[in-house]
């Protein structure tokens, strides 16, 4: 039996266990100064290049629902499933072209220097949250209030 090699780390190489191949150096971490002298471990390089390719995804999604719409059957027995199918497909289309905007604006707020604070209270986004959601705009308290709000 044949087992497949698994990646795993040398404590004295970055080498992959089983494949005799070098890995790749993990990304840089740029410290970011915030406001009042906090410091961040965000790299604005790496999630610009993260927000890019989540907006380059959206846009391919938002593409292909637009060419996906549904026809509307004129039959009485059917239309309410048609305008099920047309709703559920306006609904994602909606959902996507919201995060798009947010994504669109993390760039800016990397372009104006303010990426990885918050939008509503300019303290820090946590960096595991950014991470996680590269556009994310608040800090975790702030978007619990502003969900709690919509």
């Known amino acids: 039996m044949v087992q497949a090699a698994i990646p795993t780390v040398c404590s004295d190489r970055r080498r992959e266990r089983g494949t005799g191949r070098n890995r790749p150096e993990p990304e840089r971490i740029t410290r970011v100064p915030l406001p009042g002298g906090v410091r961040s471990v965000v790299d604005t390089a790496v999630a610009r290049s993260r927000l890019e390719a989540l907006l380059e995804d959206l846009d391919r999604s938002i593409a292909i629902l637009r060419g996906e ?29 919201r995060h798009r905007a ?16 918050c939008v509503a209270c300019g303290e820090p986004v946590p960096d595991g949250r950014l991470e996680a959601r590269p556009d994310a705009a608040r800090c975790v308290t702030c978007q619990a209030r502003y969900d709690r709000r919509r």
């Open 69 to 97: 719409s549904p026809e509307r059957d004129n039959s009485a027995a059917d239309a309410g499933a048609g305008l099920t199918a047309v709703e559920r497909v306006e609904a994602a289309l909606h959902a996507l072209e």
């Open 102 to 117: 947010g994504v669109l604006a993390a760039l800016e707020r990397i372009g104006a220097g303010t990426y990885g604070r």
